[in-house]
T-cell receptor, first 114, second 116 residues
Framework: GDSVTQMEGPVTLSEEAFLTINCTYTATGYPSLFWYVQYPGEGLQLLLKATKADDKGSNKGFEATYRKETTSFHLEKGSVQVSDSAVYFC?????????????FGSGTRLSIRP | GAVVSQHPSWVICKSGTSVKIECRSL??????MFWYRQFPKQSLMLMATSNEGSKATYEQGVEKDKFLINHASLTLSTLTVTSAHPEDSSFYIC????????????FGQGTRLTVV
C-alpha cells in the first residue's frame, strides 16, 4: 500500500542554519504531497503542498519539490528560526481511495537553538 | 484557511466510561471527515473516514464498536470512545474536507484523552 518514509528525528540546529528534512514515498499513480507542521500542544497545520511532478510548494521560507523520479519531497529552509521548532510531517493523499485519505510519515521533531 | 474546531481539547475519564469528542467545521461544509489517533512522539494513524449521512469506514484493526463515529450533518462529526480503558489514552485529531476530490483537508487542534 501507499506509504511515506521520513527522516527520523530529533533534529537540532542553531538559528540561521540550513534545514533539510528528507521524505520519500511509495504510491500508485501521482499522489498529492504535503508537509504539515505541529506546534507543541496544537493540531496540524498545512505548511505546503504539491500536486504534480516538478511542482514546488513553498510557504514561510520553506520549500519542497515533488520529484517523481526519486519519489521524494524533501523539505528545505535556508535559514531557520527558533519559532520553527515543531514536529514536521510529510504526507501524501492517495488517489487509490475514493475518500482520498491522507497518509502520514512518522514525523520529525525539529528544535532550533538561539 | 478554513477552521475546524474540536471539543474538548482535553478530557480525563474513569475506566469503563464513555467519552464523546466533537469535530466541527466552522466556515465550510465538510462532506468527509477523518479521525486520527496519535501516540506520543509518533505519527497520526487514520482510524476511520466518514461521509455525511452514511456509515463510517474503519481502517483495519480499529474496533468499530469501541470507536463510534457519527457524521450527522455537514458541519459536525463525533467520535465516542466507549468503555474507555487506559490503553485508549491518546491524542485524537479530526480532519474535515469540503466538496470535491481536490478539496484541502483542515485539521482540528486535537483532543488529549486520558483514561484513569
Amino acid at each position: 500500500g501507499d506509504s511515506v518514509t521520513q527522516m527520523e528525528g530529533p533534529v537540532t540546529l542553531s538559528e540561521e542554519a540550513f534545514l533539510t528534512i528528507n521524505c520519500t514515498y511509495t504510491a500508485t499513480g501521482y499522489p498529492s504531497l504535503f508537509w504539515y507542521v505541529q506546534y507543541p500542544g496544537e493540531g496540524l497545520q498545512l505548511l505546503l503542498k504539491a500536486t504534480k511532478a516538478d511542482d514546488k510548494g513553498s510557504n514561510k521560507g520553506f520549500e519542497a519539490t515533488y520529484r517523481k523520479e526519486t519519489t521524494s519531497f524533501h523539505l528545505e529552509k535556508g535559514s531557520v528560526q527558533v519559532s520553527d521548532s515543531a514536529v514536521y510531517f510529510c504526507a501524501l493523499r492517495s488517489i487509490s481511495s475514493s475518500a482520498s485519505k491522507i497518509i502520514f510519515g512518522s514525523g520529525t521533531r525539529l528544535s532550533i537553538r538561539p | 484557511g478554513a477552521v475546524v474546531s474540536q471539543h474538548p481539547s482535553w478530557v480525563i475519564c474513569k475506566s469503563g466510561t464513555s467519552v464523546k469528542i466533537e469535530c466541527r467545521s466552522l466556515d465550510f461544509q465538510a462532506t468527509t471527515m477523518f479521525w486520527y489517533r496519535q501516540f506520543p512522539k509518533q505519527s497520526l494513524m487514520l482510524m476511520a473516514t466518514s461521509n455525511e449521512g452514511s456509515k463510517a469506514t474503519y481502517e483495519q484493526g480499529v474496533e468499530k464498536d469501541k470507536f463510534l463515529i457519527n457524521h450527522a450533518s455537514l458541519t459536525l462529526s463525533t467520535l465516542t470512545v466507549t468503555s474507555a480503558h487506559p490503553e485508549d489514552s491518546s491524542f485524537y485529531i479530526c480532519s474535515a474536507r469540503g466538496v470535491g476530490s481536490g478539496a484541502e483537508a483542515f485539521f482540528g487542534q486535537g483532543t488529549r484523552l486520558t483514561v484513569v
